[in-house]
């Protein structure tokens, strides 16, 4: 039970991306954790809710540093700053989303993102009818105004929910404009500007998950 | 470059989620392949283009059969089938969705579902001024209807789109209409239905993944 003391020299840099991505796991199963009034958490117990071994969990987040105390566990609070600070999520991130249809205006209102860190302060759209209107609290600006709002607001972080057909042009605008990371929605492969780091979301992936799943328990079933 | 021969008893069911995950991958790099004029890809080839080693592609895939040939590698339009057969989106799954706010409208016009198997052909909602309309061509019932409509459109699978507050009454509901499987947009943990399987989508982890990568590359420029 008690938390490895591995990794004298652990580099953030050297992690994989599945630990990274259990990383968001470990993150919001604390989250639950602490909402529910637990303090601590052992390796063994964090990874049997989550379906991994406890050695994956300590493995993983030896990639991080040293974050166990023996006999005790992980503090949650504790474990869960860390995380933030990983994922440079203990500060907010301005978030600027292009496109206002209804997946734009979906992930204005998405409360997943607040909750995290990412508040979106500004929406772009090219539909003169929706420019100058607002989501939320989020103004509705013209594209061509995407370099000013976005130096004006400090803004790294950028969602592209446009048509397929539009993304390519705008992932290549945002780099232009300094963006950071992008998170592409449109079901299509398009290419990261130099210098920013992009992320496709891919919504078909989670209903692949999903059918595997039927399948599998329809097959035990017969 | 030869592909393995290994696992002469390959067991789908015994495939970790992690596999299942990648698999996803592979059949979406094997449909831009096709898509680009590819006929068949190395074991090596593609796990360089996913960042993976070839050994790990191999062993994902072995878990499911042998579909290697040596000196050739696989077959991209056999694999292709061969993986939705695994996910059993060979046939299309009539899909329902619940919650006809912003992002059920989007979610019901997602391209990504329609190439992949998934067709949304049917709505829900309990607001009386929706009831009766459509949504592209899927029409919006009212919850109340949701077992008849599941029933007399064989629906398999559902996806939660209504707010976070509202989210396991509607999973309670799915389970009892006899859905199979759940996937859940609602900001929130919702505990699945008995007898169906449930993949909650939390799109602030794809924030994090980018965060994280955004975060590592200005530690590299300083």
């Known amino acids: ?75 949650c609070h504790e474990l869960i700053h860390a995380i933030k600070q990983i994922f440079g999520t203990d500060r907010q991130w301005p978030v600027a989303i292009i496109g206002t249809g209804n997946l734009g205006r979906a992930l204005v209102g998405y409360k997943g993102f607040d909750n995290q860190g990412f508040k979106i302060v500004a929406a772009f ?14 103004p509705i600006h013209h594209l061509d105004d995407l370099e000013r709002i976005v130096q004006e607001k400090q803004i790294k972080l950028a969602i592209i929910a446009v048509p397929a057909s539009a993304a390519q042009s705008v992932a290549d605008r945002l780099g232009a404009s300094g963006i950071d990371g992008i998170l592409n929605f449109a079901p299509v492969t398009v290419t990261a500007p130099p210098n920013a780091s992009m992320v496709g979301v891919d919504l078909a992936i989670e209903m692949e998950q999903l059918t595997f799943d039927v399948v599998k328990r329809s097959g035990e079933k017969k």
Chains 1, 2 share one sequence.
């Open 1 to 75: 039970m008690a938390e490895s003391k591995s990794k004298s020299n652990p580099n953030p840099a050297d992690a994989p991306k599945a630990v990274v991505g259990r990383l968001s796991l470990y993150l919001r199963e604390l989250q639950h954790l602490v909402r529910d009034g637990h303090e601590t958490i052992s390796s063994t117990r964090l990874g049997k809710i989550l379906g991994f071994s406890d050695a994956q969990v300590r493995k993983d987040l030896a990639y991080f540093g040293q974050f166990g105390y023996p006999g005790i566990g992980y503090r």
């Open 125 to 138: 759209d090219i539909d003169p009818a929706k420019v100058g209107g607002a989501i939320e609290e989020a």
